[in-house]
């Protein structure tokens, strides 16, 4: 028997059959990945965490900008205001003159007092005796009180204090005379004063407060002592 002839296949009917096809494909891609086990999120990428560490750091660089720029806030509790300055009480302290006469501070009160830390082998301590011979013919002892002490008792005894009281001496070519009190510094004076170097002139007033401008370390002039002193004594 002669073989039938197949029937040629239309245009249309391979398309339908090729789109059949495909939708099957995509149905059995659906079904496979549906079936696998879903994979954990391990974390974000490495952009994302990188964005947001930089988003982080701007943020806390912002703040710290905005805190740098406000006005300091007020303490709920101010500490207390602190004193004035010439609020400085002077250390009180007693000994014994090179005539053997024990006094004190508190003795003076009422009186402006100038301390005047010296010692012999200092080399411009005698220069200072000279300005103190001015304010001591300047002013009444009723308002006015010089005090020297030398702070190197062990060297300056009763003795060698004695002749250089007046000059010219053994320790001094200049002309002078302390006709003030002397006395050596047996009582740790000169550490309650915190002096360091000679000549120091200290003022006290009369309530005994230690003057604002005081210490006058080194050399100093009788007009700038005078200066201190005439303003003490008008404001007491």
């Not at 308002?143 to 002749?163: A, C, F, G, H």
């Not at 050596?184 to 360091?196: C, E, F, H, M």
Request: with cysteine; glycine share 4%; net charge neutral.
């Amino acid at each position: 028997m002669p073989e039938k002839k197949k029937k040629k296949e239309s245009w249309k009917e391979k398309r339908r059959r090729a789109a059949l096809k495909r939708e099957r494909a995509l149905e059995a891609e659906r079904i496979r990945r549906e079936k696998e086990p879903k994979k954990k999120h391990k974390g974000w990428p490495r952009g994302k965490v990188f964005g947001a560490l930089f988003l982080i750091s701007l943020c806390l660089i912002s703040y710290g900008v905005w805190q740098y720029t406000q006005p300091p806030t007020q303490s709920l509790s101010p500490e207390p205001p602190s004193p004035p300055p010439n609020e400085n009480k002077a250390p009180s302290f007693t000994l014994t003159d090179i005539d053997e006469a024990t006094f004190s501070l508190a003795d003076f009160k009422g009186k402006v007092v100038v301390l005047d830390f010296f010692y012999i082998r200092c080399g411009y301590c005698d220069d200072e005796f000279l300005e103190l011979e001015e304010i001591y013919g300047k002013y009444s002892r009723d308002d006015v009180v010089i005090i020297s002490i030398s702070i190197d008792p062990n060297y300056d005894t009763v003795e060698r204090l004695q002749e250089f009281k007046i000059g010219p001496n053994s320790f001094s070519s200049l002309e002078y005379e302390m006709t003030w009190r002397i006395a050596r510094d047996t009582a740790g004076v000169s550490n309650k004063y915190d002096i360091t170097a000679a000549p120091t002139t200290v003022i006290i007033d009369r309530e005994g407060i230690i003057s604002p401008h005081s210490s006058y370390v080194g050399l100093t002039d009788a007009s700038k002592l005078s200066e201190e002193i005439d303003l003490l004594l008008r404001t007491d």
